[in-house]
């Protein structure tokens, strides 16, 4: 195997596989620098996923169930803002059980539709003329879907949203010092559940790219975790819309890898390789991470009462 | 003293009444959900068709059950009237045994264990026959001369599926190679499809599998290539490329077992020697790409057109060969084995004799890799 087919193989599965850990992770930053820490990831990527596949399945149109998805990752993010904003419970309690939740309700309304295949699925694209530029053609152009390409755009206005704009300064300073933005005038329960109603909408369609693209069918259980690297990749993109797009293509290269690279090397340490890296982003981020903790928004995991420090 | 004896006599006549026409309330616990659409659910096909089958026979189930709590579930059953208790994960062995000595009146079936007790039997569909058919297809279909092989656990009974489904490709195509990736899991689609992706750039175009998804079907269509469903029939996945593969019909063991209950012949005290391995032969699994087509109709050229010189047949193509191979070992006189001697691991050293078939301990304690098994093979002797 010559080098440039396994860098062509290489990042061309990077893109693929990290397109629903991107959309997450761009929704957990956001609901993040609010100050809501929301664990329900998984939960809300799984309903997101089942929503995708029956209305694509139903209408035969990927695109509509897709936006369900979104809809539907939205909703369920708002009962968890609406427990964690409004009534100050405990963030991480309320998003395990929305997790919970979430792979419970979708393995339930998702009886019917197990191991159907699905007609219509969202395709993928051939760029005309770029996909023939040697090696960067296949490599960046075929094989993949809109949503590729719609998610890296997305990280770079989410960046210019969040660093460059008063909204993202109001979103930052609420994720920083409730108090002082509740003095400043900011409405901190709105932008609180704005973002995290927003974070849903994007793990829905991280969940909705699953079963309608990446594997398109239906199946319980079917994000297998990824919820749960989304929330690692944010802490390792330090709540920063475009390290979260390293972040998650540099995930997915690994994932891609540890098949890839079975030939060489002993299965059992390649398939540690990605939550190996997750564990280690994690222990550099907690231990010596001074720039993550820096970085980490200040009220983050914290209700706000108004009144009370 | 005459009305007691009536009385009496009535007693007993309505207790041996009662008896003769007992009902089996039969308790099913599955590790999956049932819709995962391999293991649980095939068993949970098995147990509805059973259940329409008798109507002296009432079946209820749990799903989802973590091995570590299969007694904690086995309890529920018994209170819920449960007298046989189906546990179908390998995981519920010990918490199986543990309940059957607990609950000697209860008759108890694992499958795929290997421990027994008075009131509990094992029974086990072993698919490595048809994994050798399916073998002998991708062998003549593959044309980069690479065949992969996507599998979830470096465990025996896997093994023996790949080595199998190896001697068949090299049956037919002896330069061929059968390129391994391991999951680590036995349900994980994005796993099993990144595995496919890594086996599509290695060059492989004719794809196998032993997990619990339909996923590698999908993939290798999406490119469109060939391949064999595992489990559940995958045909409506891709009608244009799943050319045959893996049926179960768990239904099978669990009507012999249970009639032989309801006979009597089965009870809670001769069990300890009761272990189904059931095969082509006894019905319990089906070589096709879905139930009654051995081989998808668009292979069938392919198939007969490609014409080898067989050591034992002469001139034959790939499809003739097929069915007699599958007469051979679905005839209750099972004339040929897949691992029928001499048989060599990829090491070169002899592993089955010249004319031996292997034991059934044999069969299930196998390591080794078979000659032309390409890749990483975890506790490789």
């Known amino acids: 195997m010559d080098f440039a087919s396994w860098l062509i193989s290489t990042v061309s599965r990077a893109l693929a596989f990290g397109v629903p850990l991107l959309w997450g992770t761009l929704g957990e930053i956001y609901a993040e620098r609010a100050g809501v820490v929301n664990l329900g990831v998984e939960g809300m990527m799984i309903l997101g996923a089942f929503m995708a596949f029956a209305v694509s399945q139903s209408t035969g149109h990927p695109g509509l169930g897709l936006f369900c998805a979104a809809l539907i990752g939205g909703v369920a993010a708002l009962l968890h803002a609406f427990v964690t904003v409004t ?5 991480y309690v309320s998003g395990l059980a929305l997790s919970m939740f979430g792979l419970g309700l979708a393995g339930l309304l998702g009886r019917g539709w197990e191991g159907k295949p699905l007609g219509n699925t969202l395709p993928t694209l051939t760029i005309p003329g770029l996909s023939r530029i040697p090696v960067l053609g296949p490599m960046l152009f075929q094989d993949q879907t809109i949503l590729t390409y719609l998610g890296i755009f997305l990280a770079v206005v989410l960046w210019l949203l ?4 008063r909204w993202g300064l109001a979103i930052r300073s609420v994720g920083e010092n409730p108090s002082t933005a509740d003095s400043l005038g900011i409405n901190v329960t709105l932008v609180r559940y704005l973002c995290v109603f927003f974070g849903g909408l994007l793990a829905g369609v991280g969940g909705g790219y699953l079963s309608v693209a990446y594997r398109p069918a239906w199946t319980e259980g079917m994000t297998a975790g990824m919820g749960w690297i989304v929330i690692a990749l944010t802490i390792f993109a330090a ?10 293509f540099f995930f997915g290269a690994l994932y891609h890898l540890s098949y890839r690279l079975q030939a060489y090397l002993a299965p059992e340490l390649l398939k540690l390789m990605p939550y190996l890296f997750a564990i280690v ?6 231990l010596g991470g001074a720039r993550w903790r820096r970085r980490a928004p200040g009220a983050l995991g914290l209700p706000y009462v108004r009144g009370e420090r | 003293m005459k009305r007691i ?8 006549a309505l207790g041996v009444l009662a008896f003769s026409a007992e009902k089996i309330k039969a308790g099913f616990i599955y590790v999956g959900p049932i819709g995962d659409y391999g293991w649980s659910h095939a068993h949970d096909v098995a147990r509805r068709i059973v259940d329409e089958k008798f109507d002296w026979l009432e079946t209820i189930y749990v799903e989802a059950v973590p091995e570590g709590e299969v007694e904690t579930y086995i309890d529920q059953l018994v209170r819920q009237g449960c007298n046989v208790i189906f546990t179908t994960s390998f995981g519920f062995m010990d918490g199986t045994l543990a309940a059957a000595e607990r609950y000697p009146n209860v008759i108890f079936a694992h499958c795929s264990g290997f421990k027994r007790n008075a009131n509990m039997a094992t029974y086990m569909a072993d698919f490595y026959q048809v994994y050798y058919i399916n073998g002998l297809i991708a062998g003549a279909l593959t044309k980069t001369g690479k065949i992969g092989y996507v599998a979830a656990f470096p465990i025996p009974e896997v093994k023996r599926h790949i080595n199998a489904f190896t001697i068949g490709v090299r049956e037919v195509n002896p330069k061929a190679e059968v390129h391994v990736r391991w999951i680590y899991e036995w349900f994980n689609p994005a796993a099993a499809k990144e595995a496919t992706e890594a086996l599509i750039a290695e060059g492989c175009d004719v794809f196998a599998f032993t997990e619990d998804s339909p ?16 489990y559940s029939p995958m045909y409506d996945f891709a009608p244009d490329y799943v050319v045959s593969g893996q049926l179960v019909h768990w239904e099978k063991i669990y009507e012999d077992f249970l009639v032989k209950i309801y006979n009597g012949f089965y009870t809670t005290k001769n069990l300890a020697h009761v272990d189904y391995w059931w095969l082509l032969s006894q019905g319990a699994v089906e070589v096709g790409a879905k139930p009654g087509m051995v081989i998808n109709p668009k292979y069938e050229a392919a198939l007969k057109n490609y014409v080898i010189n067989h050591p034992a047949f002469g001139k034959i193509s790939v499809y003739e060969l097929v069915f007699i191979r599958l007469n051979q070992m679905a005839d209750p006189g099972i004339t ?12 070169g050293r002899l592993v089955v004799p010249e004319g031996m078939w292997m034991s059934y301990d044999a069969l299930i304690t196998m390591e080794w890799a078979v000659e032309g098994v390409v890749g990483p093979w975890p506790g490789e002797p």
Do not use: C
């Open chain 2, 336 to 347: 040929f084995d897949p691992f029928q001697g001499p048989v060599y691991d990829r090491k």
């Open chain 2, 5 to 12: 004896l009536a009385v009496m006599l009535a007693v007993v």
């Open chain 1, 239 to 248: 709540w920063d819309p475009l390290q979260a797009l390293w972040g998650a």
């Open chain 1, 87 to 91: 009534i100050r419970a405990n963030q």
């Open chain 1, 281 to 286: 982003v994690l222990a550099i981020s907690g």
């Open chain 2, 215 to 230: 996923t590698v079907v999908q993939v290798a269509a999406e490119k469109g290539l060939p391949s064999f469903g595992h």
């Open chain 1, 162 to 165: 969040l660093f460059r704009t």
